[in-house]
């Protein structure tokens, strides 16, 4: 008998609401899931339906109004503040729709950033920085700031820095919004060989059913709930 591999995440009738001005707003509605290590989940819906909700829920950048998340057998409700920012900066890779790469650094300083905050050596950082960039087929672009970026590069700019402090989780908000096609499959194509090669477990909120046939299993939200939960394609046409 296979042994059974411990969900990454679970999530126990998951709430979230918001105050906008009177009145009150469910983002998410008592939502369960369990997500095992390894696999490549995208979370998919209409604007508003509480995709990126969840995400930001699970990856510690929010707290919950309502029930409990647990990741890798940790509550991420019962830590504190300064314990979040230890996990999110140890377990997690995030990559946001928008690049929020610091304007005044070069590409590869950008990318170094999260080793700075993880004390690793300054040579390491560099290297590491380097390689990265070169795999996402920006190695000519070290010294090249965002401003003499294109929006698809300064987006795998971004990747790479998700990447650097090797998590065990990657987290993406449309990260291949920003891509032309070609570029969008390629960085894909990465993220599901990490799952499927390394190991990582990957979330990814899309609107794009392109993306998301890259993934092992499709969540549909609307309204706050989960109202599809599927098979996906894994990359395999």
Partial sequence: MAAQVRPMFIGQSVSKQFILGHQQVTALDEVSISIPS?????????????????????????????????????????????????????????????????????????????????????????????????ILKLGDRLDHKPNQLSGGQQQRVAIARALFNNPPVLMGDEPTGALDSRTGRDVMTLFRRLASEQGKTVIIVTHDPGVASYADRVVTLRDGRIVEDREGQGGHF
């Fill in 38 to 134: 390894g696999q490549f989940i995208a979370i998919m819906g209409p604007s508003g339906s509480g995709k990126s909700t969840l995400l930001y829920l699970m990856g510690g950048l929010d707290r919950p109004t309502g029930g409990a998340i647990e990741v890798g057998g940790r509550r991420l409700d019962a830590m504190t503040g300064e314990e979040l920012a230890t996990f999110r900066r140890e377990t997690i890779g995030f990559v946001f729709q928008a690049f929020h790469l610091i304007p005044s650094m070069t590409a590869q300083q950008n990318v170094a950033l999260p080793g700075v905050f993880a004390g690793t050596p300054g040579e390491e950082r560099e290297e590491r920085a380097a390689r990265l960039l070169s």
